[in-house]
């Protein structure tokens, strides 16, 4: 059967000798494998396409399991987040844990439209780990795992200081924060932002600036998240740590 989808290539290897594998965050499919044949070839007319980050327009063949590419156009390259080593790391951190987050059942339209939104406003120079902390929730309200910000995950306090505890799913106020050892406490400024961002699409994303000390907690607070609930070793992550111990 023929399929005539937009996607964005999360993941490419090669496939013998001349091939590629990629899979799309497609608009109206959820995750797909397909295979491009010769994509690794210098003439090739599709090898533009096997590259992480492009958006297209992908017509394949398939009957069961992975596809095969018949025809496809690019809709934007995103060639600038392959060519900036920063914006490399964060756009290869967003692909990487698309295809390991989401499931088929997971890969909504929805979620396909905050990853080009999010890959769009990497290419448009907003602050980047403002981007990546806002599409991590997405993924993970994607995935099942929504955390709740607006009152105690415990008791439903909405008044007080809170304290992020990714065991209860949230955060916790004052009374309840001895349920969770690991729990912090939060700044009104993370705790805001926090409130916005789990509500925010990130097409409609704009400037934004945040304090180094929000920010800070913020990234603290995705990171506690995202272990929690996903648990899975990133390779582009690492390299993110790498890329922060040297930032200025």
């Given at each position: 059967m023929q399929y005539r989808v937009e996607g964005i290539v999360v993941r490419s290897m090669d496939y013998g000798e001349g091939n590629k594998i990629v899979t799309l965050l497609t608009n109206t499919h959820g995750?797909?494998?397909?295979?491009?044949?010769?994509?690794?070839?210098?003439k090739s007319h599709y090898g533009s396409l096997a590259q992480l980050f492009t958006y297209g327009e992908f017509l394949f063949f398939r009957n069961s399991g992975l596809g095969t590419l018949t025809h496809g156009e690019i809709i934007e390259s995103h060639h600038l987040l392959r060519?900036?080593?920063?914006?490399?790391?964060?756009?290869?951190?967003?692909?990487?844990?698309?295809?390991?987050?989401?499931?088929?059942?997971?890969?909504?339209?929805?979620?396909?439209?905050?990853?080009?939104?999010?890959?769009?406003?990497?290419?448009e120079g907003k602050d980047p780990g403002i981007v990546i902390q806002i599409y991590e929730l997405k993924l993970l309200q994607a995935a099942g795992y929504g955390p709740e910000f607006a009152a105690c995950a415990a008791c439903g306090n909405v008044v007080g200081p809170m304290w992020l505890s990714a065991r209860a799913g949230g955060v916790i106020c004052r009374n309840c924060k001895h349920r969770d050892p690991q729990a912090f406490e939060l700044g009104d400024g993370a705790l805001k932002l926090l409130r916005l961002f789990r509500e925010l699409d990130l097409r409609r994303l704009g400037a934004i600036q945040v304090k180094d000390e929000t920010k800070k907690q913020?990234?603290?607070?995705?990171?506690?998240?995202?272990?929690?609930?996903?648990?899975?070793?990133?390779?582009?992550?690492a390299f993110l740590d790498q890329l922060d111990k040297f930032a200025p």
């Open positions: 995750k797909v494998g397909i295979i491009i044949r010769g994509a690794k070839k210098v060519e900036q080593l920063e914006l490399a790391a964060y756009a290869s951190y967003a692909a990487e844990l698309t295809d390991r987050v989401l499931q088929e059942e997971d890969a909504s339209a929805f979620m396909f439209e905050q990853l080009r939104a999010c890959l769009t406003a990497l290419t913020l990234k603290l607070s995705m990171r506690h998240l995202v272990d929690t609930h996903i648990g899975i070793q990133l390779k582009s992550r």
